[in-house]
């Protein structure tokens, strides 16, 4: 049995919003501000479930990249979810996630609706591996 003693959920997300802002031009929060202006891209949900071998402990974890854009606009939110997608599964390998190595990323599920007269709404979400170092 192995111990966890810890869950590498900020330090994966941090890596991600890292990716996501330095990589493109749209806006990136983990909280949206009161006076956020469309489009943007918001790191949503993660899950983590343990993948333990005998000797150490890595993770299968999910992050979710919400993508949103004004509703006449859908070119722009799908825009965003192919930067997001190609971003984050061609740079992962160069992610930080201290004490830890991502080593495998994929996007899992794309998604696009309008959510209501004032905005696009796209979903992604990524699976990620990670070993401890």
């Not at 192995?2 to 031009?25: G, H, M, Y």
């Not at 749209?26 to 343990?50: E, Q, R, S």
């Not at 333990?52 to 965003?80: F, P, Q």
Request: proline share 3%; glycine share 6%; hydrophobic share 40%.
């Amino acid at each position: 049995m192995i111990i966890v003693r810890d869950i590498p959920q900020v330090k994966l997300r941090e890596a991600v919003f890292a990716l996501l802002k330095n990589s493109q031009t749209h806006d990136v929060y983990g909280v949206v501000p009161d006076k956020a202006k469309l489009p943007y891209m918001v790191i949503g949900a993660t899950t983590f479930k343990p993948d333990a071998s005998k000797n150490s402990l890595g993770w299968d974890a999910s992050v979710t990249i919400h993508c949103w854009s004004a509703t006449k606009d859908m070119a722009t939110c799908n825009e965003m979810m192919a930067d997001a997608a190609s971003i984050i599964t061609g740079l992962y390998n160069t992610a930080q996630v201290d004490g830890y190595q991502i080593i495998d990323c994929e996007l899992d599920l794309a998604e696009g609706h309008e959510e209501d007269e004032y905005s696009f709404h796209g979903v992604l979400t990524f699976l990620f591996k990670l070993q401890k170092e």
